[in-house]
């Protein structure tokens, strides 16, 4: 495959709220091949969920285009966008609120085959996820986190999708059924050769899954590169503030290490501050930075950079 597996070209999305504008995300640029996972990190409000959902053109751009597997999504009909959505899945945050109460786990894996002409493989999409097939007749309600979460990915994966966007799945649950699901997602795109977009704040989720990290602010990408450089040479000063706030495993290197603290709170997205959007927070801001947005520029090859003293 020559050409990426998606790509998102300056799309911007703009809500009206009352007689205001709320931009979610603006001209973002961002592409990703067959088998990558691109991590997507920010504070709440910055515009990770805007993207996954119009990835999946579950929300429509109010400009730019949605390119995944060399077609232009906004060309398709609704009759032709239904059929191209079985290789296109979302995974949720809450399984609970994604799985039917009223509805055994067989029903919502046959709902999927039926939706899309699939022959009905219900058994095999337990184990694929590593669940008994006993569970098939059980009820959500009867299932731990950690197994609902398991029927989300194999309800998704039922229709064989290339692309999953992961909204923060993991959040709900305990950290040792975490490092699970975090294996599990890795074995499956191994062996299915699967694209993640993988929304978290967890940044520390994201070393472990990730292959590059772009970072998201007030609906801006500010910084763009594989996981590794990032953790181990950050450039933007909000990147830096995020990697400093993830704790450290060794209490005496906790203890040491510097912080880099952020000013005040993250501007209101319906009245966003002019230049660059993080200068209000910036302990480097300058006027430059009040009067012009900086453009992502490439710092060193795949790395990539927001700031006007990032040469």
Known sequence: MKYPHFELQAITVTYSVGKKNLIALNNVSLSGKRGETIGIVGESGSGKSTLGKSL???EQPTSGKVIFRNQDLSQLSQKELRKFRKHMQMIFQDPDSSLNPRMTIKEHLLEAFTTHDLPPQVNA?????HLPVELADRY?????GGQKQRVSIARALSVEPELLVLDEPLSSLDA????QILDLLKELQIKLQLTYL???HDLATLRFLAHRVAVFYLGHLVELAPVEMLYRTPLHPYTKALLSAVPIADPEKEKKRARTLLLGEPPSPLDPPT???FHTRCPFATALCRQEKPLLKEHQKDHFVACHFIN
Do not use: D, W
């Open 56 to 58: 999946l053109a579950l």
């Open 125 to 129: 999409m337990l184990k694929l996820v």
């Open 140 to 144: 959500p309600y009867e299932l731990s």
């Open 176 to 179: 040792s059924i975490r490092l």
């Open 198 to 200: 993988f929304i978290t």
């Open 275 to 277: 230049g660059c959007p």
